[in-house]
């Protein structure tokens, strides 16, 4: 069976997943009243939508500052190559990274945009220089450092 696709959701589905983004504790009874459903077919809607890798999991979102974790940094990588090789090596490991919160593929003058989050500019100093630098095949690195975050997910 061929795995589902955006184009297989219908309204419903659609207003599920925006509830569910903003308030993923939300019961199913508000849940199934919030898009004009009754419980169950809800249930069933919901059940497919994780079932069908539309929904990944539910966490909690800890607020950073709240356990000191405020400083953000984002690190520009370079790897010295860019071979599938240098990539999945390069990948695997920054994954092991606690402090990395975010890491993406970019296409542009550099390779890699990490998102680094620590308690301080010198955690991160330390991360930077002792962590990040010494993963496979990275041959530079520039940061960001943010001042304030207007809007993050």
Known sequence: MDEPHLGDLDAFDRRMLDILAENGRISVTELASRVGLSK???????????????IDGF???????????????????????????????????????????????????????LKVRTRDIRRYRQVLGEVISNLPYV???????AMEAIKEK
């Open 40 to 54: 169950t077919p809800c249930q069933i809607r919901f059940r497919r939508l994780v079932e069908g890798g539309f």
């Open 59 to 113: 966490k909690a979102v800890i607020n950073p500052a709240r356990i000191g974790l405020d400083h953000v940094a984002f690190t520009e990588v370079k790897l010295s190559s860019t071979g599938e090789d240098a990539l999945g090596a390069f990948n695997a490991a920054v994954k092991k990274i606690r402090e990395v919160e975010e890491c993406h593929l970019i296409a542009g003058r550099f390779d890699y945009l």
């Open 139 to 145: 041959a530079s690195t520039s940061t960001n450092v």
